[in-house]
Protein backbone atom coordinates (compact mmCIF):
# COMPACT_ATOMS: atom_id res chain seq x y z
CA UNK A 1 0.00 0.00 0.00
CA UNK A 2 1.23 3.48 -0.73
CA UNK A 3 1.34 6.00 1.44
CA UNK A 4 0.65 9.87 0.55
CA UNK A 5 1.10 12.94 2.54
CA UNK A 6 -1.41 15.36 1.81
CA UNK A 7 -0.66 18.77 2.24
CA UNK A 8 -4.03 20.70 0.94
CA UNK A 9 -5.00 23.26 3.07
CA UNK A 10 -8.60 24.21 2.69
CA UNK A 11 -11.69 25.26 5.24
CA UNK A 12 -14.89 23.79 5.71
CA UNK A 13 -17.17 26.92 6.12
CA UNK A 14 -18.93 27.45 3.65
CA UNK A 15 -19.24 24.25 2.42
CA UNK A 16 -20.93 23.46 5.42
CA UNK A 17 -23.65 25.04 7.88
CA UNK A 18 -22.66 27.08 10.63
CA UNK A 19 -23.97 25.60 13.62
CA UNK A 20 -23.70 21.43 14.29
CA UNK A 21 -23.24 21.71 17.62
CA UNK A 22 -20.70 23.36 20.07
CA UNK A 23 -18.53 20.90 21.08
CA UNK A 24 -18.63 18.96 17.51
CA UNK A 25 -18.29 22.66 15.44
CA UNK A 26 -14.70 22.89 17.67
CA UNK A 27 -13.47 19.44 16.60
CA UNK A 28 -14.32 19.92 12.75
CA UNK A 29 -12.86 23.58 12.75
CA UNK A 30 -9.24 21.74 14.54
CA UNK A 31 -9.04 19.60 12.10
CA UNK A 32 -10.00 21.31 8.86
CA UNK A 33 -8.18 24.87 9.62
CA UNK A 34 -4.51 25.54 10.00
CA UNK A 35 -3.49 28.20 12.75
CA UNK A 36 -2.27 31.40 11.82
CA UNK A 37 1.24 31.82 12.26
CA UNK A 38 1.06 35.64 12.97
CA UNK A 39 -2.07 36.09 14.30
CA UNK A 40 -2.35 40.33 14.24
CA UNK A 41 -1.59 40.32 10.64
CA UNK A 42 -4.88 40.71 8.59
CA UNK A 43 -5.71 37.36 6.35
CA UNK A 44 -8.27 35.96 4.26
CA UNK A 45 -9.13 32.11 5.33
CA UNK A 46 -9.21 29.46 2.63
CA UNK A 47 -13.11 28.18 1.61
CA UNK A 48 -13.73 24.95 1.17
CA UNK A 49 -14.68 22.80 -1.96
CA UNK A 50 -15.68 19.57 -3.45
CA UNK A 51 -13.12 17.26 -1.37
CA UNK A 52 -12.81 19.29 1.42
CA UNK A 53 -16.10 19.46 2.19
CA UNK A 54 -16.43 15.44 2.04
CA UNK A 55 -13.88 15.32 4.39
CA UNK A 56 -15.05 17.73 6.62
CA UNK A 57 -18.75 16.01 6.35
CA UNK A 58 -17.44 12.60 7.13
CA UNK A 59 -15.73 13.86 10.57
CA UNK A 60 -19.41 15.75 10.97
CA UNK A 61 -21.31 12.46 10.43
CA UNK A 62 -19.69 10.13 12.49
CA UNK A 63 -18.90 12.08 15.39
CA UNK A 64 -22.80 13.56 15.72
CA UNK A 65 -23.89 9.73 14.89
CA UNK A 66 -21.74 8.66 18.28
CA UNK A 67 -24.34 10.78 20.27
CA UNK A 68 -27.32 9.13 18.84
CA UNK A 69 -29.73 6.37 19.65
CA UNK A 70 -28.27 2.83 20.18
CA UNK A 71 -29.95 1.83 17.43
CA UNK A 72 -27.37 3.06 15.10
CA UNK A 73 -23.87 3.44 16.45
CA UNK A 74 -21.34 4.57 14.15
CA UNK A 75 -18.15 3.87 15.21
CA UNK A 76 -18.96 0.30 15.52
CA UNK A 77 -19.77 -2.50 12.70
CA UNK A 78 -23.40 -1.91 11.38
CA UNK A 79 -24.84 -4.03 9.16
CA UNK A 80 -26.65 -1.46 7.58
CA UNK A 81 -23.90 0.99 6.79
CA UNK A 82 -20.62 -0.81 6.13
CA UNK A 83 -18.87 2.31 4.54
CA UNK A 84 -18.81 5.54 3.81
CA UNK A 85 -18.23 6.98 0.19
CA UNK A 86 -17.47 10.42 -0.43
CA UNK A 87 -16.01 12.13 -3.70
CA UNK A 88 -16.65 12.58 -6.89
CA UNK A 89 -16.25 10.78 -10.20
CA UNK A 90 -14.47 13.25 -13.09
CA UNK A 91 -14.47 12.73 -16.66
CA UNK A 92 -11.77 15.41 -17.57
CA UNK A 93 -8.72 13.91 -15.20
CA UNK A 94 -6.96 11.04 -15.96
CA UNK A 95 -6.55 9.81 -12.04
CA UNK A 96 -10.28 9.77 -9.91
CA UNK A 97 -9.97 9.36 -5.88
CA UNK A 98 -12.61 8.74 -3.83
CA UNK A 99 -12.79 8.26 0.03
CA UNK A 100 -14.30 4.99 1.14
CA UNK A 101 -14.09 4.04 4.80
CA UNK A 102 -14.88 1.56 6.67
CA UNK A 103 -17.81 1.92 9.32
CA UNK A 104 -15.31 0.83 12.20
CA UNK A 105 -14.06 1.34 15.69
CA UNK A 106 -12.28 4.05 15.76
CA UNK A 107 -12.50 7.27 13.73
CA UNK A 108 -9.06 7.50 11.60
CA UNK A 109 -7.29 4.79 10.51
CA UNK A 110 -3.65 4.30 11.75
CA UNK A 111 -0.02 4.20 10.10
CA UNK A 112 0.00 0.85 8.16
CA UNK A 113 -3.52 0.18 8.26
CA UNK A 114 -5.31 -2.04 6.23
CA UNK A 115 -8.44 -2.77 4.67
CA UNK A 116 -10.12 -6.09 3.29
CA UNK A 117 -12.58 -3.76 1.24
CA UNK A 118 -12.35 -4.64 -2.56
CA UNK A 119 -13.91 -1.27 -4.68
CA UNK A 120 -15.03 -1.27 -8.36
CA UNK A 121 -16.43 0.51 -10.61
CA UNK A 122 -18.44 -0.40 -13.86
CA UNK A 123 -19.67 1.46 -16.43
CA UNK A 124 -23.31 0.63 -16.82
CA UNK A 125 -23.19 1.52 -20.66
CA UNK A 126 -20.74 -1.11 -21.57
CA UNK A 127 -20.45 -3.65 -18.87
CA UNK A 128 -16.55 -2.51 -17.90
CA UNK A 129 -15.66 -3.06 -14.67
CA UNK A 130 -12.27 -1.98 -12.84
CA UNK A 131 -11.33 -2.37 -9.43
CA UNK A 132 -9.77 0.60 -7.78
CA UNK A 133 -6.34 0.94 -5.68
CA UNK A 134 -6.41 2.11 -2.11
CA UNK A 135 -3.80 4.59 -0.78
CA UNK A 136 -3.38 5.96 2.41
CA UNK A 137 -3.46 9.42 3.24
CA UNK A 138 -2.02 11.38 6.07
CA UNK A 139 -4.42 14.76 6.84
CA UNK A 140 -2.90 15.43 10.13
CA UNK A 141 -0.21 13.66 13.01
CA UNK A 142 -1.33 10.19 13.37
CA UNK A 143 -4.87 11.07 11.50
CA UNK A 144 -4.85 8.98 8.03
CA UNK A 145 -7.52 7.93 5.91
CA UNK A 146 -7.55 5.38 2.86
CA UNK A 147 -8.38 6.96 -0.74
CA UNK A 148 -9.22 4.72 -3.49
CA UNK A 149 -7.78 5.47 -7.30
CA UNK A 150 -8.19 4.79 -10.57
CA UNK A 151 -7.23 5.36 -14.13
CA UNK A 152 -10.14 4.29 -16.01
CA UNK A 153 -11.33 6.93 -18.50
CA UNK A 154 -14.73 8.28 -17.77
CA UNK A 155 -16.60 9.77 -19.86
CA UNK A 156 -19.43 12.61 -20.39
CA UNK A 157 -23.03 11.63 -20.17
CA UNK A 158 -22.36 7.89 -19.24
CA UNK A 159 -23.43 6.26 -16.02
CA UNK A 160 -20.85 4.37 -13.16
CA UNK A 161 -21.69 2.59 -10.52
CA UNK A 162 -19.30 2.48 -7.65
CA UNK A 163 -19.18 -0.56 -5.44
CA UNK A 164 -17.33 -1.01 -1.83
CA UNK A 165 -17.55 -4.94 -0.40
CA UNK A 166 -16.04 -6.58 2.48
CA UNK A 167 -15.55 -10.40 2.31
CA UNK A 168 -18.51 -11.29 3.95
CA UNK A 169 -20.55 -9.86 1.25
CA UNK A 170 -22.08 -6.64 2.91
CA UNK A 171 -21.69 -3.70 0.65
CA UNK A 172 -22.35 0.35 -0.31
CA UNK A 173 -22.94 1.60 -3.38
CA UNK A 174 -23.31 4.30 -5.73
CA UNK A 175 -24.64 5.14 -9.25
CA UNK A 176 -23.91 8.71 -10.96
CA UNK A 177 -24.33 10.11 -14.17
CA UNK A 178 -21.75 12.65 -15.94
CA UNK A 179 -22.84 15.41 -17.38
CA UNK A 180 -22.26 16.55 -20.85
CA UNK A 181 -18.65 19.37 -21.18
CA UNK A 182 -19.27 22.56 -21.36
CA UNK A 183 -17.08 25.28 -22.84
CA UNK A 184 -13.81 26.25 -21.22
CA UNK A 185 -14.52 29.55 -18.94
CA UNK A 186 -13.82 32.91 -20.29
CA UNK A 187 -11.19 34.80 -17.76
CA UNK A 188 -10.85 38.17 -18.43
CA UNK A 189 -8.81 40.69 -16.40
CA UNK A 190 -9.98 43.99 -15.38
CA UNK A 191 -8.06 47.03 -13.07
CA UNK A 192 -8.73 45.01 -10.10
CA UNK A 193 -10.75 41.98 -10.25
CA UNK A 194 -10.70 38.78 -12.85
CA UNK A 195 -14.07 38.25 -14.02
CA UNK A 196 -15.41 34.66 -14.67
CA UNK A 197 -17.56 33.71 -17.30
CA UNK A 198 -19.00 30.04 -17.70
CA UNK A 199 -21.58 28.48 -19.93
CA UNK A 200 -23.03 25.61 -20.85
CA UNK A 201 -23.52 24.25 -16.82
CA UNK A 202 -26.98 23.35 -15.39
CA UNK A 203 -25.21 22.22 -11.71
CA UNK A 204 -22.68 24.16 -10.80
CA UNK A 205 -20.65 22.10 -7.99
CA UNK A 206 -17.54 23.98 -7.97
CA UNK A 207 -15.70 27.67 -8.85
CA UNK A 208 -12.70 28.13 -7.37
CA UNK A 209 -8.82 29.46 -7.66
CA UNK A 210 -6.03 27.26 -6.64
CA UNK A 211 -2.61 28.53 -5.94
CA UNK A 212 0.65 26.20 -6.23
CA UNK A 213 2.80 27.51 -3.98
CA UNK A 214 6.61 25.92 -2.54
CA UNK A 215 7.57 26.14 0.69
CA UNK A 216 11.38 26.41 0.36
CA UNK A 217 11.57 26.08 4.34
CA UNK A 218 10.31 22.51 4.23
CA UNK A 219 10.83 21.58 1.10
CA UNK A 220 7.15 20.57 -0.19
CA UNK A 221 4.46 22.29 -2.18
CA UNK A 222 1.31 23.63 -1.00
CA UNK A 223 -2.10 24.23 -2.66
CA UNK A 224 -4.07 26.78 -1.70
CA UNK A 225 -7.82 27.10 -2.38
CA UNK A 226 -10.37 29.56 -2.81
CA UNK A 227 -13.96 28.85 -3.47
CA UNK A 228 -16.02 30.93 -4.96
CA UNK A 229 -19.20 29.20 -5.47
CA UNK A 230 -21.69 31.02 -3.47
CA UNK A 231 -20.78 34.16 -5.03
CA UNK A 232 -21.51 33.05 -8.19
CA UNK A 233 -24.59 34.15 -10.19
CA UNK A 234 -26.56 33.43 -13.15
CA UNK A 235 -26.39 36.95 -15.70
CA UNK A 236 -29.28 38.11 -17.59
CA UNK A 237 -27.47 38.51 -20.85
CA UNK A 238 -26.49 36.14 -22.25
CA UNK A 239 -28.87 34.29 -20.01
CA UNK A 240 -27.91 31.03 -18.07
CA UNK A 241 -24.07 32.09 -18.06
CA UNK A 242 -23.13 31.92 -14.48
CA UNK A 243 -20.27 34.21 -13.49
CA UNK A 244 -18.15 35.43 -10.08
CA UNK A 245 -15.00 37.52 -9.90
CA UNK A 246 -12.31 37.69 -7.64
CA UNK A 247 -8.76 39.49 -6.23
CA UNK A 248 -5.60 38.23 -6.99
CA UNK A 249 -4.28 40.42 -4.87
CA UNK A 250 -6.87 39.53 -2.01
CA UNK A 251 -5.65 36.12 -2.24
CA UNK A 252 -1.44 36.47 -2.19
CA UNK A 253 -1.83 38.43 0.64
CA UNK A 254 -3.75 35.49 2.67
CA UNK A 255 -0.87 33.32 1.06
CA UNK A 256 2.02 35.69 2.14
CA UNK A 257 0.23 35.88 5.44
CA UNK A 258 -0.16 32.07 5.95
CA UNK A 259 3.69 31.82 5.22
CA UNK A 260 4.48 35.02 7.59
CA UNK A 261 8.46 35.24 7.27
CA UNK A 262 8.73 31.39 5.86
CA UNK A 263 10.62 31.96 2.09
CA UNK A 264 7.80 30.61 -0.65
CA UNK A 265 7.34 30.73 -4.43
CA UNK A 266 3.91 30.80 -6.60
CA UNK A 267 4.52 27.67 -9.01
CA UNK A 268 1.03 28.35 -10.82
CA UNK A 269 -2.66 29.46 -11.11
CA UNK A 270 -5.65 28.60 -12.49
CA UNK A 271 -9.25 28.92 -12.48
CA UNK A 272 -11.09 25.25 -11.26
CA UNK A 273 -15.35 25.05 -12.33
CA UNK A 274 -17.03 21.72 -12.30
CA UNK A 275 -20.30 21.03 -13.15
CA UNK A 276 -22.14 17.83 -11.76
CA UNK A 277 -24.91 15.74 -13.34
CA UNK A 278 -28.19 15.09 -11.99
CA UNK A 279 -27.21 13.47 -8.09
CA UNK A 280 -25.81 16.90 -7.67
CA UNK A 281 -27.73 18.87 -4.37
CA UNK A 282 -26.70 22.48 -3.36
CA UNK A 283 -26.32 21.99 0.19
CA UNK A 284 -26.88 25.55 1.27
CA UNK A 285 -30.22 24.71 0.55
CA UNK A 286 -30.72 22.64 3.51
CA UNK A 287 -31.64 23.18 6.61
CA UNK A 288 -28.88 22.41 8.85
CA UNK A 289 -30.95 19.37 11.44
CA UNK A 290 -31.30 17.67 7.95
CA UNK A 291 -27.69 17.68 7.31
CA UNK A 292 -26.84 16.63 10.85
CA UNK A 293 -29.03 13.17 9.51
CA UNK A 294 -26.95 10.03 8.45
CA UNK A 295 -29.73 9.34 5.52
CA UNK A 296 -31.16 12.58 5.21
CA UNK A 297 -28.15 14.08 2.32
CA UNK A 298 -26.50 11.07 0.55
CA UNK A 299 -27.05 8.73 -2.52
CA UNK A 300 -24.99 5.86 -1.32
CA UNK A 301 -27.49 2.85 -1.13
CA UNK A 302 -25.85 0.84 2.38
CA UNK A 303 -23.91 3.42 3.16
CA UNK A 304 -23.21 6.91 3.64
CA UNK A 305 -21.70 10.07 2.57
CA UNK A 306 -22.30 11.21 -1.10
CA UNK A 307 -20.63 10.41 -4.58
CA UNK A 308 -21.44 12.89 -7.76
CA UNK A 309 -20.07 13.24 -11.35
CA UNK A 310 -18.85 15.87 -13.00
CA UNK A 311 -17.16 17.41 -15.97
CA UNK A 312 -14.68 20.19 -15.24
CA UNK A 313 -12.48 22.81 -17.20
CA UNK A 314 -9.23 24.60 -15.62
CA UNK A 315 -7.96 27.45 -16.62
CA UNK A 316 -4.66 29.54 -16.08
CA UNK A 317 -4.43 32.98 -15.49
Not at 75 to 95: C, K, M, R, W
Not at 213 to 238: C, E, G, Q, W, Y
Request: with cysteine.
Amino acid sequence: MMSVNEKTKDKCENSLPNAFGRDLGVFVLFLCYRKKKHPDKPSRQLEGGLLPFAFCLFTIYVLTLSGCDDTFQPIQENPEHPFTIYGHLDASVDTNWVRVTPVRETLYLEEGDTTDAVVTIEHLETGEIVTLKDSLFQRAPRIFVLNWWTTMQLEPMQSYRLVAKKPDGRASSATVTLPDTFPEPIATAGFVNIDVYIEGVKNLADASVYYLVRDHVNNSSINFKFTHLKDTVRTAMPPGVHQFNFNPEEHESYIDDFFYEIPYTILGRWIYVASAGPEWIYFPDYDERELELPDAVTNIENGAGFLIGVVSKRVEF
